[in-house]
């Protein structure tokens, strides 16, 4: 089966950055994916890494490290808009994600 | 482009009655299909997904079903609700291998 771990809250205040942690195990792995949720929202696609490395769009980045199963969200610059749910999910099959809990992220003025 | 409509947004059904929610997708062909399930505060569990018509593959065994009639069509359906059948269930769409889903708006069920 698949497990991930990520912390459940995140305060952070308005231009500052912030890293979302995500470490996982998982029987067979093809990538990491993070998602962003507003409350009452549906998820949206943030990011995803197949290969280790730092992948960067726009304000948000996400690294990944396989030989750690461990990955975070990076998001800069923070604005009040970004107080929302963050999802890491892995892939270890045909396109199905097995997704974490999930961080919510708190942007204080 | 392609969009995906999921309805009704919300619904309240009291306890042992039927359920159906429907899903549909524009814009694409042979879409890989989905839904999953979110607890009030909880992460995303998958139910069900489909690689084309008529096939489905369930993730967790439960009260509830899955049904493709067509290409672009979902359907979840229970005969008897649960109150643990609760939650906010979320229609989803991908292609081929592509990791990206694209989620539909959901539906808030409350099973009273």
């Known amino acids: 089966g698949q497990s991930l771990e990520q912390p459940s809250e995140v305060t952070a205040v308005e231009g500052a950055i912030v890293q979302i942690n995500c470490t996982y195990q998982t029987s067979g792995f093809y990538g990491l994916s993070w998602y962003q949720q507003h409350d009452g929202g549906a998820p949206t696609f943030l990011s995803y890494?197949?290969?280790?490395g730092l992948e960067e769009t726009g304000r948000f980045s996400s690294f990944l490290s396989r030989s750690d199963s461990y990955g975070y969200l990076l998001l800069q610059e923070l604005q009040m808009k970004d107080s929302a749910s963050y999802f890491c999910a892995v892939s270890s099959g045909y396109s199905t994600l097995t997704f974490g809990k999930g961080t919510m992220l708190l942007v204080s003025p | 482009s392609q969009t995906i409509h999921q309805w009704p947004a919300t619904l309240v059904q009291p306890v042992g009655s039927p359920l159906s929610l429907e899903c549909t997708v524009e814009g694409t062909s042979n879409p890989n299909l989905y839904w999953y399930r979110q607890a009030a505060g909880r992460g995303l569990q998958l139910l069900f997904y489909s690689v084309g018509i008529g096939q489905i593959s369930s993730e967790v065994p439960q009260n509830l079903s899955a049904s493709r009639p067509q290409d672009r069509q979902f359907i979840l359906s229970s005969k008897k609700l649960l109150l643990s059948d609760s939650g906010f269930y979320l229609c989803?769409?991908?292609?081929?291998?592509?990791?990206?889903?694209?989620f539909g708006s959901g539906t808030q069920l409350s099973v009273l």
């Open positions: 890494n197949a290969l280790d």
């Open positions: 989803a769409w991908s292609v081929g291998s592509n990791e990206k889903l694209f």
